[in-house]
């Protein structure tokens, strides 16, 4: 640091002619480069494992405190850092403080892990978890169909498990209650009578059997019950034994 | 709501007031500064503003406070106040409820700008113990605060009117959230029946904030809004730090309230994770010892956390090098042979090299930001990373963590120490590899040394004027800049040595953050030497704010490495846009130095070598703000450099290797 350097000052001279730019050392290609690399996930690859992951489909519950601007505070978060979401649903729950938001996305597992840490990050967001493929998922569809063929709607309806709500000279309307998968059918099946409007409300979902939805509701029920361990404990076991129960409403 | 429009303050009166009056309150410049003293919200010296409260209100205001007396260390003008132990006044308003909540939670210094829907909250700070510093822009208000909180470590405190005086704050209360700086920022709105109605100066600011703070709050209640602001002053500071809102709609803060606020306290389920998983510890003390090329990534959390000492003390013990982040500057000395100064975009050759080739990189308290990670694929592809941080969601985010330790980093660092011992025996490592890994990267440094020339026969090369401030400064001088290659000048060629010594705008990249933060950096520390480098066009941005350092009477010095162009765009589009020049060239500048004096403040010009050191001493023995307007060589440019999303070993050494 001094002017003395004048005389380096032919080092680093740059293209055109533009002059005492830049510093000492080696180029880029000459030198030594590490061999590995990592996914764009920031994953090292590893040839051992595993270095992309595909998206998945799945249902994250979170309790949040019911405080004013807490569904915006959430939806931001999912447009903000891009979270790839198939439907949100938000409702009450057993206690008059909370809501349920009950998001459905489709990320790779290092996004579904950041769709929770960021949610929980949330100061009104209370509990985080995402739900296991068993859980019991449910969503409405209110469809809204052409009334020419009016026995061959009833069909479908019955066929769905679904009701009709309204039915007139020109337009039936149906509800349909179901898994999204079971849904999606039923609007093909209705497609031939020509769809006029219709109404889905996205998933909504619990974890099953004895299992809880959310780490803070359990918590929540036993201090409400005083000290009975019972769900805490047996939870995630009979979550799965009791599977056929629900298994049953498929 | 508890306050009807009909009581003593009209809320619906006040609104129709408020066209009138705010014309000249909300868009409040340097002219007011007279008026806000006289109304004693403290634009003079806190002596003269203590004086007047106590003229205004026999009955002596400062009392047991634990704010009280922290604020008499600050300004020996202040020892003569009676600080007599005693009965404070009852709180009578919403807006003595939010001063004495700020009291309370030990703030000292608030800085802001008046407003219309904010003017009863001044009110409340009228017989407070805080000291106001009036800035001259809310924008500058944000910044100060921003820096004071970097400084101090707890949360520096901004204010502004509805409206623009709030999407002014915006900027800085983003440059925060960017940073996890501590701030609590609150704002005026305007009375609550008329929220939605688009009233005059009405934003929804709470709408416009949500992504940009931790979380913000609407107050609704005169009885809580204490509360409210203590609770956000908290939560500011806890946990990865970051900006907290309080929106106070004017009806709330002259509503009437008896009710003293409560002790602050997080939110319920707020938690902020202490010791990390002690099995997860373990397996990263055995990736340690097992590694041949370890390296120690410093980042902001490590100042954040008040960690610096702990880290330091493990690379030391470890004897492991260490790169830092940007904000991560200072947590580890430059001057120690162990540092290898910061990674990333314009960092050191020696320190991309390294972490380029390192096989375990222990990182804490970084965010992986692209500016240090380039492309990620290339991104220390060798290493198994073990990522320390406060924040689970940084976990993975960007860059996979292969030990998750999720925890405070002091803590979590003196785990970590206490496990390796055992994690050498286990893997039954040798010392010699670390050894080896160690000559490399000294090698490194010798082959990219931070050596610029310095011909005759150019102007004055920017990197000659930081070394010659930094010689001459004391070790613990604070420095701040704006953003630019004159920041990266700054960065690269000063040596720090101490956290909390180099405050800057680096998420965010906020160009006019260099001046507003030497304030609020001087405010905070007024008797330590502040610098602020800054370009010509950053300082442009906000030199609206040498009003208040000259009527502050801060001894702080400006350097404005000038070199006429907005450069660090210019450098880009030389690279990378064939030259062309677009709207990058300022060759229309004021005179910085005839600027600074037209404002009061000491004006200085620098072009040639010889008068560098003069020059710069003078700047720094005027008691008093000074602005070197220092010439600079154009042609110059910041290298190394790491072209965006690029490699980081393959950072060019000059404008044709990128």
């Known amino acids: ?250 | 709501m508890s306050e009807r429009p009909n009581t003593t303050t009209s809320t619906a009166g006040d609104a129709e007031d408020d066209p009138a009056a705010d014309p000249e309150a909300g868009t409040a410049t340097e002219t007011d500064g007279g008026t806000t003293a006289e109304a004693g919200t403290g634009t003079t010296t806190e002596a003269e503003v203590e004086a007047e409260a106590e003229a205004a209100d026999a009955t002596p205001t400062t009392g047991a406070e634990p704010a009280a007396d922290p604020s008499t260390e600050t300004d020996p003008n202040e020892e003569a106040e009676p600080s007599e132990p005693g009965e404070r006044p009852p709180i009578e308003t919403g807006s003595e409820s939010i001063a004495r909540a700020l009291e309370g939670a030990g703030v000292e210094h608030v800085f802001g700008v008046q407003g219309g829907a904010i003017m009863p909250v001044y009110d409340g700070l009228y017989d407070s113990a805080l000291t106001h510093v009036t800035m001259a822009h809310e924008q500058g208000a944000a910044h100060a605060a921003d820096a004071y909180g970097q400084v101090t470590g707890t949360p520096g405190v901004c204010m502004a009117t509805s409206g623009p005086g709030a999407t002014n704050l915006v900027t800085g209360i983003a440059d925060a959230d960017m940073d996890s700086d501590p701030l609590l920022a609150l704002t005026g709105q305007v009375p609550t029946e008329f929220v939605g109605n688009d009233a005059f100066q009405e934003t929804d600011t709470v709408g416009v904030t949500r992504p940009i703070t931790k979380t913000n709050y609407f107050a609704n209640d005169s009885d809580t809004v204490g509360d409210t602001v203590g609770e956000a002053f908290a939560l500011a500071e806890s946990g990865r730090q970051g900006p907290t809102l309080v929106d106070l709609p004017k009806d709330v803060s002259v509503g009437e309230t008896d009710r003293e606020p409560a002790e602050p306290e997080l939110p319920q389920y707020y938690e902020v994770p202490e010791e990390a998983d002690t099995t997860a510890v373990e397996a990263a003390a055995r990736a340690l010892a097992r590694a041949e090329r370890p390296l120690i990534l410093s980042g902001g959390g490590v100042t954040k956390g008040e960690a610096s000492p702990e880290l330091r003390a493990f690379a030391t013990e470890q004897e492991i090098p260490v790169v830092t982040t940007m904000p991560g500057i200072g947590t580890f000395p430059e001057d120690h042979d162990l540092c290898l100064s910061w990674a990333g975009m314009h960092g050191t050759g020696y320190a991309n090299m390294a972490i380029s080739h390192t096989d375990c990189l222990l990182a804490v308290g970084t965010r992986f930001d692209d500016r240090l990670t380039g492309g990620i694929e290339t991104f220390a592809p060798d290493a198994e990373v073990i990522h320390v941080d406060v924040d689970p969601a940084e976990i993975s985010k960007n860059v996979h963590a292969d030990h998750p330790l999720v925890g405070d980093a002091g803590a979590v660092l003196d785990q970590l120490a206490g496990a390796m011992d055992a994690a050498f025996d286990a893997e039954g490592s040798s010392p010699e590899a670390y050894t080896a890994w160690r000559e490399q990267c000294q090698e490194w440094r010798g082959e990219y040394p931070m050596d610029y020339p310095t011909p005759d026969d150019t102007p004055l090369k920017p990197q000659f004027v930081v070394e010659a401030m930094c010689e001459a400064c004391p070790e613990d001088t604070i420095v701040t800049s704006g953003v630019g290659q004159h920041q990266m000048w700054a960065s690269q060629y000063w040596t720090f040595r101490h956290p909390r010594t180099w405050i800057s705008s680096h998420g965010l990249g906020t160009m006019g953050y260099g001046l507003p933060s030497a304030i609020g950096a001087k405010v905070a520390a007024p008797d330590r030497e502040v610098v602020c480098f800054d370009g010509d066009g950053s300082f442009l941005m906000t030199s609206q704010g040498l009003s208040v350092a000259v009527r502050e009477n801060l001894d702080l010095t400006v350097v404005v490495l000038n070199n006429e162009a907005i450069g660090m765009v210019r450098q880009w589009q030389d690279a990378f846009f064939e030259r062309r020049r677009m709207a990058s060239e300022y060759p229309w500048l004021p005179d910085f130095a005839k600027l600074a004096e037209a404002f009061g403040a000491k004006g200085l010009t620098l072009r040639e070598y010889d008068d560098v050191a003069d020059t710069l001493q003078e700047a720094r023995e005027y008691d008093g703000p000074a602005v070197v307007d220092a010439h600079i060589d154009p042609a110059e440019n910041v290298y190394p450099m790491v072209a965006s999303g690029g490699d980081n070993a393959r950072f060019a050494l000059s404008e044709d290797q990128l």
């Not at chain 1, 690859?45 to 489909?57: G, T």
């Not at chain 1, 931001?76 to 790839?84: D, H, M």
């Not at chain 1, 898994?179 to 219709?198: P, S, T, V, W």
Request: aromatic share 2%; glycine share 10%; net charge negative.
């Open chain 1, 1 to 250: 640091m001094s002017s003395d350097h004048a005389e380096d000052s032919d080092a680093g001279t740059g293209a055109n002619g533009r002059h005492e730019q830049g510093l000492d050392g080696p180029r880029p290609e000459d030198r030594e480069r590490p061999q590995g690399r990592r996914s764009s996930q920031g994953i090292r690859i590893d040839p051992q494992a595993e270095a992309e992951h595909a998206p998945r489909r799945t249902a994250i519950s979170a309790l949040v405190a019911n405080d004013p601007g807490v569904l915006a505070t959430v939806t931001g978060l999912v447009s903000r850092r891009q979270f790839n979401i198939e439907s949100l649903t938000v409702g009450p729950t057993t206690n008059p403080e909370t809501s349920r938001i009950t998001l459905v996305i489709e990320e790779p597992d290092p996004g579904i892990r950041q769709v929770e840490t960021q949610l929980e990050k949330l100061v009104p967001v209370i509990s985080v978890r995402e739900l296991g493929s068993d859980a019991i998922q449910r969503e409405l569809v209110i469809c809204k169909v052409h009334g020419e063929e009016p026995e061959k709607v009833q069909a479908i309806t019955e066929m769905y498990d679904g009701r009709t709500l309204d039915a007139g000279p020109r337009t039936i309307t149906v509800e349909i209650v179901g898994d999204e998968g079971k849904i999606d059918d039923a609007i093909d099946a209705y497609r031939q009578f020509g769809i006029r409007e219709l109404a889905r409300t996205g998933g909504t979902a619990l974890a099953r059997g004895e299992e809880w939805t959310t780490d803070a509701e359990e918590e929540r029920y036993e201090r409400l019950v005083n000290g009975t361990r019972t769900g805490a404990e047996t939870g995630t076991k009979t979550g799965t034994r009791t599977r056929t129960n629900g298994a049953a409403d498929d």
